[in-house]
């Protein structure tokens, strides 16, 4: 079992929760792991990517190679399309819908999109109206996490444990709205595929 | 969050930068001292939150500077505690009169260096590979390939250090600081009791001493390199196919290995993790292999050492013959590029892509600085202002277009003056906060001094921003540092940065620009982020102590 995935986002939409998440599921399973990620620039609003590696094999690079990613998973539609060359050629596209604009040149939506579904293996998703709508605009990047889920090669359950200990300081609630967030994102994903 | 990944599992998951805070640690450290410069700065965060190292009464902050930082921790080191220092690459630049003297006095609690390389410029403005300096001081250097090396290389660091009486460097690049994998614990080591050296007079480097002290390195070095011949973090690995011998330096050892999922390489393969570079081992893979194959971050530092400079000799291959390019970091594509492999075309870059560069957050209160300082100048010719580095750097971008130089820290001030000096006025300097006590004071001094006509401006936000919003040495001073360098009372102005007064500080800045002399004007306002970290931390004390109260 070896997965390589690439975190996608902007400055400051905490692509890092979601490593987390995954990074402890997979340890707790007795996985190894290895995650570079990006530190510095401290200003928000420039585009920011981590490489997670998880493997029932000792990893050897930090960095993922080019053409080798199994996902990319992108809480923002034209991240994900920046690490496309990091794709392999069966890999997947988990991406959320809600551009971030902060630049004045920012693409027409429907050629983002188009560009997403031309790739075969992808999964597009309004993760901000679906956690809007479990009630915490917070959770999106769990909704974006449980679409992820049925690729990530570790049991449902498990990321439902890592989520519980992640976020046990923060009281009952936070941990059950974040779960509401990741079975809606798994759901999703579940109709998604049989379309 | 990531503070409770470490405290669920077994095995800690550290960064490279935190397996070297938790390595010292454990192996005893009393201080560390740091000026912050990505990628180096969480091994210092890592200390300060660390309730271990709060319980061992360990001395962790922010120094005003790298050089500052590196002389405490000799002081520390003199006392017989151990110490560590971390600087990123261009810092030991700074601290380098210290840096290159601790090698002739030589320690005497365990000292450790460590650098933090930047190769392809993430953030830095240069690339420069910190071996370089742990040769020019002769003395020993470690450079780890993962974050467990990371983490053992440390204890042994220190070992070495005490052993030989000498700081030792480590060296690290961005990769390895800013990734995360699974690090397993030595056993913590009690830290050393106060013990003077043994020779009161090896801390005095007045010629007579130093010339003694100087020759004691140079009789070192055979010491160092049996060390180095000897060591375990210098490992040949045997392999069938002679045609090709490989030596991979720190971390490129792993971007060659992601190129061989089966870990089994046909060719001998030179590990190589610390120096002076091991020369028995070096000699058996040039004698028995028909060409070599350098694989380092950075310069081309052992490609130069080991290749002939008339091009005699066996075929060296690296970032010099052009197998790989001079400049930036390594990764397991080009790595394998090297050795002939061919990779599959990927999908190209979809052409919707965009750049998305870093930017001046919404709001950031340097927006109004330079929309206020930009207005003050439009009857000026372009090309005045000297600027430095922190978040304001990026002032030189649209929309602002706002500065003309960033060259190093505490350079806006000196290079302003200089230009004044020139007889090119108005100059003006736009310095941060904390980059003014780095290296700007000792600037605004000689300013002073030459009474040279220029405007300094402080952004004070009350914070080192850039690198992640560390405490600045320079909250609180700044009025009173700038009256006692000797500028005049009138001519030290504090601003608010915001968009309601900007027709006033627009005036301001107009007024002083044309003021013959030095004048300094300080826009205060606290970084956003900042602001926003330091109100949620006293919400959570009030309510910690509401609860107390109960
Ligand atoms: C010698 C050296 N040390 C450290 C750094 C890393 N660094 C870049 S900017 C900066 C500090 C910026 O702080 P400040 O001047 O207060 O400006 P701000 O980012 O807060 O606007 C640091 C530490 C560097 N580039 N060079
Ligand atoms: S981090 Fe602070 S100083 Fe830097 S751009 Fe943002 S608000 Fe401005």
């Known amino acids: ?195 | 969050m990531i503070q409770a990944v470490l405290e669920f599992m077994e095995k800690l998951m550290l960064l490279g930068d935190e397996a070297i805070a938790q390595g010292a640690i454990d192996a005893g450290i009393s201080g560390i001292y740091a000026y912050p410069g990505t990628p180096s700065t969480e091994i210092m965060e890592y200390v300060i939150n660390s309730k271990e190292a709060k319980q061992s009464k360990i001395r962790s902050g922010w120094a005003t500077n790298e050089k500052t930082a590196m002389e405490a921790a000799l002081g520390m080191s003199y006392t017989g505690k151990r110490a560590i220092v971390c600087m990123k690459h261009v810092g030991l630049n700074v601290a380098a009169d210290a840096f290159i003297n601790s090698a002739i006095t030589g320690a005497n609690g365990g000292l450790l260096v460590v650098a933090a390389d930047d190769p392809s410029m993430h953030s830095s403005q240069n690339e420069q590979d910190s071996r370089f300096f742990g040769k020019f001081a002769m003395i020993p250097a470690l450079e780890p390939s993962n974050q467990q090396e990371a983490y053992d290389m440390i204890h042994y660091g220190f070992e070495i250090s005490e052993k030989f009486e000498i700081p030792v460097l480590m060296r690290i690049t961005t990769r390895l600081a800013h990734s995360r994998s699974a690090v397993v614990r030595k056993q913590t080591r009690p830290q050393n009791e106060i013990h003077l050296p043994g020779n009161l007079k090896q801390f005095i480097l007045l010629p007579a001493n130093a010339r003694r002290q100087y020759k004691h390195l140079l009789q070192s070095q055979a010491n160092f390199q049996e060390e180095s011949d000897n060591s375990i973090m210098n490992q040949y690995i045997d392999g069938p196919d002679k045609k090709l011998g490989i030596v991979a330096c720190g971390i490129s050892f792993n971007y060659l290995m992601e190129n061989f999922p089966d870990k089994k390489i046909p060719y001998p393969v030179l590990k190589l993790g610390q120096y002076p570079i091991t020369r028995p081992k070096m000699k058996k893979l040039y004698d028995e292999c028909d060409e070599i194959l350098v694989l380092e971050e950075g310069y081309p530092i052992i490609e130069e050492l080991i290749g002939s400079f008339f091009g005699l000799g066996k075929t060296i291959k690296g970032r010099l013959d052009g197998t790989i390019s001079r400049d930036g970091e390594l990764n397991p594509n080009i790595v394998g590029k090297s050795l002939g492999m061919e990779f599959a075309q990927t999908r190209p870059l979809p052409s919707v892509v965009t750049g998305r560069p870093p930017k001046l957050c919404k709001g950031c209160p340097h927006i109004y600085s330079y929309n206020a300082l930009n207005e003050a100048l439009t009857n000026y010719s372009k090309g005045r202002v000297f600027s430095d580095i922190g978040c304001y750097t990026l002032g030189a971008l649209e929309p602002f277009d706002a500065i003309n130089t960033c060259v190093d820290m505490g350079a806006s001030i000196t290079m302003a003056k200089g230009a004044a000096d020139a007889g090119y006025k108005p100059a003006i300097s736009v310095i941060g906060d904390s980059t003014f006590t780095h290296s700007g004071m000792t600037g605004l001094l000689d300013a002073v001094n030459d009474n040279s006509s220029i405007t300094v401006v402080i952004l004070d936000n009350a914070t080192v921003a850039m690198t992640g919003g560390q405490k600045s040495s320079a909250t609180g001073k700044l009025e009173k540092i700038c009256e006692a360098i000797g500028v005049h009372k009138d001519h030290i102005i504090v601003m608010n940065p915001s968009p309601k007064y900007h027709e006033e500080n627009m005036k301001v800045f107009k007024k002083e620009i044309e003021y013959e002399g030095v004048s300094v004007i300080i826009p205060r306002r606290e970084c956003l982020h900042t602001a926003a970290r330091r109100i949620k931390e006293e919400k959570k004390k009030k309510e910690l102590e509401k609860i107390k109260s109960e």
């Open chain 1, 1 to 195: 079992m070896k997965k390589d995935i690439i975190l996608a986002g902007v400055g400051g939409q905490g692509i890092l929760s979601i490593a987390a998440v995954i990074g402890m599921a997979a340890i707790d399973n007795g996985l190894y792991m290895k995650q570079a990620e990006v530190h510095g620039m401290s200003q928000r609003g420039g585009d920011v990517h981590s490489d997670l590696r998880i493997s029932d094999r000792e990893i050897a690079s930090d960095l993922i190679p080019e053409g080798k990613a199994d996902m990319i998973i992108s809480v923002e539609p034209m991240e994900s399309l920046r690490y496309v060359p990091m794709l392999a050629p069966d890999g997947w596209i988990i991406t959320n819908i809600n551009p971030y604009v902060n630049i004045t040149n920012y693409p027409d939506m429907d050629d983002i999109l188009k560009e997403i579904k031309s790739i075969p293996n992808h999964i597009a998703l309004d993760a901000n109206k679906m956690a809007d709508e479990i009630g915490s605009k917070k959770s999106a990047n769990m909704v974006i996490l449980g679409a992820a889920s049925l690729f990530l090669g570790l049991k449902y359950e498990h990321l439902e444990n890592a989520i519980a200990k992640l976020f046990k300081n923060k009281g009952v609630d936070v941990i059950e709205i974040n779960l509401k967030a990741l079975a809606a994102g798994k759901i999703f994903a579940d109709n998604y595929n049989k379309n």
